[in-house]
C-alpha cells in the first residue's frame, strides 16, 4: 500500500506550486480523494477534496488560489496552488479512499506528507 506525494518545496509569495500524489499496488478502486495541510502548531485542516465523479470542495480560505484534480487511469490526484501566501506554509498530506484487491473494501489512507514552506 503506497500512497506517495511530491512537489512541495520552498516558494516564494506569489509562486506556484502543483502538488501530485498516486495509489499505487493491486487498486480495485478509488473514491473520494483530498489534500489537507497541517501548518505548525495547528490541527489537520481539510484543503480540498474530489470524488471519483469529479466533483471538488475547496476550502473558503484558498477557493480563489487553490484547485484541486485528478487522474482516474493512474489513481492520482493533484493540487495546483497559485498565489502562495506565507499563510500557506505547511506539511500538505494527501488522502484517499482506496479498495486493494484481497480487502474487505474501501478505507482511507494518507500519503507522507509534503512539505510547503512559502517564505521571501
Known amino acids: 500500500v503506497q500512497l506517495q506525494a511530491f512537489g512541495g518545496g520552498l516558494a516564494q509569495p506569489g509562486d506556484s506550486l502543483r502538488l501530485s500524489c498516486a495509489a499505487s499496488?493491486?487498486?480495485?478502486?478509488?473514491?473520494?480523494m483530498a489534500w489537507y495541510r497541517q501548518a505548525p502548531g495547528k490541527q489537520r485542516e481539510l484543503v480540498a477534496s474530489?470524488?471519483?465523479?469529479?466533483?471538488?470542495t475547496v476550502a473558503d480560505s484558498v477557493k480563489e488560489r487553490f484547485s484541486i484534480s485528478r487522474d482516474n487511469a493512474k489513481n492520482a490526484v493533484y493540487l495546483q496552488m497559485n498565489d502562495l501566501k506565507p499563510q500557506d506554509t505547511a506539511v500538505y498530506y494527501c488522502?484517499?479512499?482506496?479498495?486493494?484487491?484481497?480487502?474487505?473494501?474501501?478505507?482511507?489512507?494518507w500519503g507522507q506528507g509534503t512539505l510547503v514552506t512559502v517564505s521571501s
Open positions: 499496488g493491486s487498486i480495485a478502486g478509488v473514491n473520494r
Open positions: 474530489i470524488t471519483s465523479g469529479g466533483t471538488t
Open positions: 488522502n484517499a479512499d482506496l479498495y486493494y484487491r484481497g480487502t474487505y473494501g474501501y478505507r482511507g489512507y
